[in-house]
C-alpha cells in the first residue's frame, strides 16, 4: 500500500457546484496533515492544515479522520479558480520527519 | 511566510553537463528542502540543507549527483550533475514555516523547469 494515496481524477464538475475527495495514509504514526493547491505549472502553495477537529476556510473544508486513516477536502460553490491539482501532504514526525507528498487530485471546474 | 526566489526558472541542457539552482530567501531559516517533480508525478524530496553541515539526502539520491551548497541561513544551491535526459523534471526548494505544526506546511520557490536534451 503506498503511503498516501489519492485519486487522481480528473474531477470536472459545474461551476457552483460541490466537489469533495479524500486522501488515504498508511502510517498510523502521522502527525501533521495538509493540503496544498498547484495549478499548472507552478509551485505547490498551502491551501489548509488539517486538524484533528476539523477545519473550515470559507468554501473549503478539511477534516481528519484517524480511525480510518484518511483526510478530505470538501469545496462548496466551486468557482473556475478553483481549478488546480489539490495535493495531500502527510508528515510523519519521528525522529527525523517525513514528507510525503501524494500524487494530487486534478479539479477541474466547467463554465 | 517567507519568500523564495528560485533560480533559474527554466533551462536547457545538453546530456553530461550540469546545472546549478539557486535559492534565495528573505528571511534566515534553519532547514531547507530541496524536491524533485517529475512529469505527472508528486514531489520527491532530494535533500535536506543545513547550514554548516553536509545535506541528507534520501534514499535514491546521492551527493555526487545532486551536490547542495548552504553557505548560510538564506541561500542554498543544488546542482544537477552529469545530466542526463532521465533527469529532465521540475525542480523545487522549500522552506518550513516557524512553527510548522500550527501555522502549517512550507513554502516553495517557483521551480526550475529543466529540460536535458
Known amino acids: 500500500r503506498k503511503e498516501v494515496e489519492q485519486d487522481p481524477g480528473p474531477f470536472n464538475v459545474p461551476e457552483g457546484a460541490t466537489v469533495a475527495f479524500n486522501c488515504t495514509y498508511s502510517n498510523s504514526a502521522s502527525q501533521s496533515f495538509f493540503w496544498y493547491r498547484q495549478d499548472c505549472r507552478k509551485e505547490p502553495k498551502l491551501l489548509m492544515s488539517?486538524?484533528?477537529s476539523g477545519n473550515e476556510d470559507g468554501r473549503f473544508t478539511a477534516q481528519l479522520n484517524r480511525a480510518s486513516q484518511y483526510i478530505s477536502l470538501l469545496i462548496r460553490d466551486s468557482k473556475l479558480s478553483d481549478s488546480a491539482t489539490y495535493l495531500c501532504?502527510?508528515?510523519?514526525?519521528?525522529?527525523?520527519?517525513?514528507?510525503?507528498f501524494g500524487k494530487g487530485t486534478r479539479l477541474h471546474i466547467l463554465p | 511566510s517567507a519568500v523564495i526566489s528560485q533560480k533559474p526558472s527554466r533551462d536547457i541542457c545538453q546530456r553530461g553537463t550540469s546545472l546549478t539552482i539557486q535559492c534565495q530567501v528573505d528571511?534566515?531559516?534553519?532547514?531547507m528542502f530541496w524536491y524533485r517533480q517529475q512529469p505527472g508525478q508528486s514531489l520527491t524530496l532530494i535533500a535536506t540543507a543545513n547550514q554548516g553541515s553536509e545535506a541528507t539526502y534520501e534514499s535514491g539520491f546521492v551527493i555526487d549527483k545532486f551536490p547542495i551548497s548552504r553557505p548560510n541561513l538564506t541561500f542554498s544551491t543544488l546542482t544537477v550533475s552529469n545530466m542526463s535526459p532521465e533527469d529532465s523534471s521540475i525542480y523545487l526548494c522549500s522552506v518550513d514555516s516557524a512553527d510548522r505544526a500550527l501555522l502549517g506546511g512550507y513554502t516553495f520557490g517557483s521551480g526550475t523547469r529543466l529540460t536535458v536534451v
Open positions: 488539517v486538524y484533528s
Open positions: 501532504v502527510v508528515i510523519f514526525m519521528n525522529r527525523d520527519d517525513k514528507i510525503i
Open positions: 528571511s534566515q531559516v534553519t532547514m
